[in-house]
């Protein structure tokens, strides 16, 4: 089974894949692909140059992930002709990863991705995990890991799909708001229900 992970943002989705994946599940991580499918002499960093300038380029020829992100946070059109250029060459490299780890014979696949039902990528997947986490835990953890104010975090949660939204579409919900016990707990359970053959937690 191909697993996909999804959740707002600083719910804990990485956390989430990483406890399947001590338990034997193997991940592919969207964030992971969207860092090389813009690696130096990618067509899609070339794009991207094209589009905006050589300004989103580091010194060393790499993407400034933080400049772009600033550069089409409250810019739409940009945005959106940054995700024409990504997405696709995301999704295909996704699709090439998650077909070699369900070929590898692994108890189960997960596919770790931020945006999956905003490009579509459930599709791709067999059943959806939402990881949830409560409004107040959720700001919290985000002004704290991104180093921002509660106006800017505030602002990062609203332009994301409302988490209420994802939980109702999901097939499965992990609640990240407690401890990491009892994060790792949840993930234990539904790793027994969805491969009876999964591994002994290396927690």
Do not use: W
């Amino acid at each position: 089974m191909i697993l996909g992970i999804t959740g707002g943002i600083a719910s804990g989705k990485t956390t989430v894949a990483q406890a399947f994946q001590a338990l034997g599940a193997v991940v592919v991580s969207a964030d992971v692909l969207a860092r090389e499918v813009v690696c130096p002499g990618t067509k899609v960093l070339q794009q991207i140059t094209e589009y905006f300038g050589g300004l989103v380029l580091r010194e060393d020829g790499t993407l400034n992930r933080q400049l772009m992100a600033e550069m089409v946070f409250n810019d739409d059109q940009a945005r959106i002709a940054l995700n024409g250029m990504t997405h696709p060459a995301i999704a295909a490299l996704a699709r090439t990863r998650l077909g070699e780890a369900k070929q590898g014979g692994a108890p189960l696949v997960i596919y770790d991705a931020p945006l999956l039902y905003e490009v579509g990528a459930d599709r791709e997947v067999d059943k959806v995990l939402v990881v949830r986490v409560d409004a107040e835990v959720q700001l919290t953890r985000l002004m704290a890991r991104d180093g921002i104010n509660r106006p800017q975090a505030l602002a990062r949660v609203a332009a994301q799909m409302p988490q209420a939204e994802k939980v109702a579409r999901a097939d499965f919900v992990v609640d990240n708001s407690g401890t990491a016990k009892e994060t790792q707990g949840q993930v234990r359970s539904l790793m027994e229900r969805l491969s009876p053959a999964a591994e002994e937690p290396k927690f």
